[in-house]
């Protein structure tokens, strides 16, 4: 079944460690949008490409940076984790044509030591 | 997008209907009402969406009031699957951006 999947699914990293978290995707959705959920909270976008078009939300920290190398693939880089980092991490993708619904991966969650 | 405001939680037996509310009475003309749960330990998931009219799927019902600045969802059968937080969202179609409120948690009970 075409779908987003993420690897890890658990990421233990330690205090200031850089670490990546991947995203792929079989739908060939040209936006794909990187989501930090701590708990109890709701989902917060941290940015978004369409297509190659990188966009950063406004509050998203410097510490977070993302590549997309091609159409399936989409990466979250975190140059130095702090304990506030930690959280599930959610990947989605969306079309930009025809429905506008998105479409998440399970999460990776981050623990920092 | 226009703010949403959803019960923090809220409990259903198991083979009842389930009605989730949800008000966003500063939406605009041109803004949607999205619905997404979230299961636990999963990543969200689209269930309906509507801009006037009610809309039906396989997953749910979306009524919308007549003024728009209101609307339910409607889960027929709750089953205890259905248990998660359910979110309201607004937004125009013009962005492809989510913005989640706090959800209600639906809680299906046997």
């Known amino acids: 079944d075409a779908m987003v999947i993420q690897n890890p699914r658990y990421q233990v990293t330690q205090f200031g460690k850089p670490v990546t978290l991947s995203c792929s995707q079989t739908l060939n959705h040209n936006v794909m949008y990187w989501y930090q959920q701590k708990s109890s909270q709701a989902p917060k976008l941290l940015f978004h490409y369409y297509d190659k078009d990188f966009n950063n939300e406004a509050d998203t920290p410097d510490n977070f940076q993302s590549r997309r190398p091609n159409t399936s693939f989409c990466f979250l880089d975190i140059r130095s984790p702090g304990l506030g980092d930690a959280a599930m991490y959610l990947c989605?993708?969306?079309?930009?044509?025809?429905?506008?619904?998105?479409?998440f991966g399970p999460g990776t969650r981050l623990t920092v030591t | 997008d226009a703010k949403t405001t959803q019960p923090t939680s809220m409990d259903c037996a198991e083979g009842r209907a389930a009605n989730l509310p949800c008000n966003h009475s500063?939406?605009?003309?041109?803004?949607?009402v999205y619905w997404y749960r979230q299961i636990h330990s999963q990543g969200p998931q689209y269930i309906i969406h509507?801009?006037?009219n009610n809309e039906t799927n396989e997953m749910a019902s979306l009524i919308i009031t007549e003024d728009r600045k209101s609307s339910t969802l409607i889960l027929p059968h709750a089953t205890l699957r259905d248990t998660a937080v359910y979110y309201c969202?607004?937004?125009?179609?013009?962005?492809?951006?989510?913005?989640f409120g706090g959800g209600t948690r639906l809680m299906v009970k046997p």
């Open positions: 500063t939406i605009s003309g041109n803004e949607y």
């Open positions: 989605a993708t969306s079309s930009w044509t025809g429905g506008y619904e998105q479409y």
């Open positions: 969202i607004v937004r125009n179609n013009a962005g492809n951006m989510l913005t």
């Open positions: 509507g801009l006037k």
